[in-house]
């Protein structure tokens, strides 16, 4: 029944403009791909994955969606080496798609394009 209820979650953000990989990470840690999000769906509620990882940019300032997670906390680890080794001379905050952002996720965009690098900046501080 939750793996239902996270299906349905994940539905909406089954869109075909853009493909959306899922990898899997199964019982002792092999891992499935699938190649779009719309072919994994159906493979949800019998799958014995523990995981899924899925391509999908989202704002980078919120960490979770309801019971669906974000990678903010990867990301700020990641700005918070890159303040250690700064190894690059810039970043790109790709907001490209939100257009397709599912509707209860969508808000004013410049306001969310102030909160996305307003976020990155303290990150970075």
């Known amino acids: 029944e939750a793996r239902d209820a996270i299906?349905?979650?994940?539905?909406?953000?089954?869109?075909a403009t853009y493909l959306h990989q899922v990898i899997e990470r199964r019982p002792g840690g092999a891992l499935h791909r699938y190649r779009d999000l719309p072919e994994a769906l159906p493979h949800l509620p019998d799958t014995p994955g523990e995981e899924w990882?899925?391509?999908?940019h989202v704002p980078?300032?919120?960490?979770?969606y309801g019971e669906l997670q974000s990678t903010q906390r990867d990301i700020a680890r990641t700005l918070d080496a890159l303040r250690t080794d700064p190894i690059?001379?810039?970043?790109?905050?790709?907001?490209?798609t939100w257009d397709?952002?599912?509707?209860?996720?969508?808000?004013d965009l410049p306001a969310s394009l102030q909160r996305e690098f307003e976020w990155v900046?303290?990150?970075m501080s």
């Not at 299906?7 to 869109?15: C, D, S, T, W």
């Not at 990882?53 to 999908?56: A, G, S, V």
């Not at 397709?100 to 808000?107: E, F, M, N, Q, T």
Request: charge should be negative.
């Open 7 to 15: 299906a349905g979650r994940l539905q909406p953000f089954a869109e």
């Open 53 to 56: 990882r899925i391509h999908y």
């Open 60 to 64: 980078l300032f919120t960490e979770a």
């Open 88 to 96: 690059c001379t810039h970043l790109e905050i790709e907001t490209y």
């Open 100 to 107: 397709v952002l599912p509707d209860a996720l969508k808000a």
């Open 121 to 123: 900046l303290a990150e």
